[in-house]
């Protein structure tokens, strides 16, 4: 088998590069949830108030830089065929995944105008900086942190239900839902 042929997707899994992108994020996501809860319980003499929030910060630019390689890779790139479902439940599916999506973006954009409400860039672990685009709304860091919080906390809750039903999938239905995003490939029917 060639090698784009495994990189890419085809018609019945998933290719290396989508799965990468997409653990990789999972993993990010999941482990920026509990470290922004961490940074809210830090007071401002607690010695990592300074470097914490920086690795957080740091990390929700590469996750917003890499959702933005994801959408790209999902518009110049067949999605395998769904498995067999009820009718429901796969816009269920079709849903929660839009839902997932949508979520992630939102809690990117509003971290990012959280920290960039006084007008200084975000700094990537001193690789690049990410300017200040949107400053100046009133009460920004606020109300950004208020749809940070709740955005960030619904992914979390969507996150865990997809999990579940990836599991579900692979342990009642006995399907390759769960298989192919771990890349072992499913042979055409």
Known sequence: MALNKRILNDTHNYGWGFIAIHWLMALAIIGLYPLGLYIDSLSYYDPEYRTV???HKSIGILVMIALAL???W???NRTPEELPQPKPLALATKAVHLLLYGLMLVSLISGYMISTADGRPIDVFGWFSVPAFATGMENQEDVAG???WYSTTLLMVLAGLHALAALKHHFVNKDATLTRIFG???ETP
Do not use: F, N
């Open 74 to 76: 999902l518009t110049g």
């Open 70 to 72: 994801r959408l790209v």
């Open 53 to 55: 929030p920086h690795i």
């Open 146 to 148: 208020a749809v940070h």
């Open 184 to 186: 072992i490939k499913q």
